[in-house]
């Protein structure tokens, strides 16, 4: 098969929905042979389905327990061979700041999304050495580099995911590893719109009047498709970034940019 990605087998974690699922069709159409990981499976098999014939494997895991890392590895080389790339998609959010966050929910946050990519990437680096190299993508979040509203769990996982990317960049350039980030802003999911369908329910107003309140601070007004950020995981995975190392790469519609002081300042409103 052809396309950008043709040879090159890919794990996947979180591929069950959102993000990780549209990574994984993305690859999967650009040629790359692709182990899907999730803890929904009924979601993996969807994925599997819309992807070409024998491209994608689904291998239900839970990316807290450092025993799958293994067994997604071992999956990967069974099905492919070799292992060229992973994608670190698999995450969870939970609310609640620092004095009030239960702690168990607290500790599942920084399980999944942070120590599950550490046992991952530790799993998958060595054969990246004896290959020669490879691509490690990372997806964070608009909240590593910024901060949330009673989001401290998810505020302290996405940032140490870059740390941790960024680390496997520095040590591992010389085995001609690459490790990229991502940062999503609020991306237009599945799980998206259910939150806004109850945060509509809750205060009154129409799901669409939420979603334009979400975005509204934010220059293009607009929330990321996640083609979009499946687009950008494609360019890091491929030969087409062979230089590029360490990078965070916000996807975002302009948020990152935005000062809170002054977000709701509109000059050419007042002009007006």
């Not at 794990?11 to 899907?36: D, L, N, Q, S, W």
């Not at 996640?226 to 590029?244: G, N, R």
Request: aromatic share 6%; glycine share 10%.
């Amino acid at each position: 098969m052809n396309g950008r990605l043709a040879g090159k087998v890919a794990i996947i974690t979180g591929a069950g929905r959102g993000i990780g699922a549209a990574i994984a069709k993305r690859f999967a159409a650009e040629g790359a042979k692709i182990v899907i990981c999730d803890l929904l499976k009924e979601g993996l098999e969807e994925t599997a389905s819309a992807c070409p014939e024998g491209s994608a494997l689904p291998f239900p895991a839970d990316v807290r327990k450092i025993e799958n890392a293994q067994a997604m590895v071992d999956a990967a080389l069974k099905f492919g061979g070799k292992i060229d790339i992973l994608v670190n998609d698999a995450g969870i959010t939970r609310s609640g700041g620092v004095a009030n966050a239960d702690v168990d929910e607290w500790m599942d946050v920084i399980a999944t999304n942070l120590f599950g990519p550490f046992y991952i990437m530790r799993a998958v680096i060595p054969h990246m050495i004896d290959a020669g190299g490879g691509s490690i993508v990372s997806i964070s979040s608009l909240a590593g580099i910024r901060r949330m509203p009673e989001a401290s769990a998810y505020s302290t996982s996405k940032s140490g995911l870059i740390g941790l990317a960024q680390s496997v960049a520095f040590d591992y350039g010389k085995h001609g590893i690459r490790s990229n980030i991502i940062c999503p802003g609020l991306t237009h999911t599945k799980n998206v719109d259910i939150m806004a369908e109850n945060l509509g329910k809750a205060h009154g107003l129409a799901k669409e009047e939420v979603l334009e309140n979400m975005v509204r601070y934010s220059p293009m007004r607009c929330l990321v498709p996640p083609d979009e950020i499946a687009a950008a995981a494609v360019y890091f995975a491929s030969d087409e970034s062979t230089s590029v190392t360490g990078t965070v790469f916000s996807i975002d519609s302009g948020a990152a940019i935005v000062d809170a002081s002054v977000a709701g300042f509109d000059p050419h409103e007042r002009l007006r």
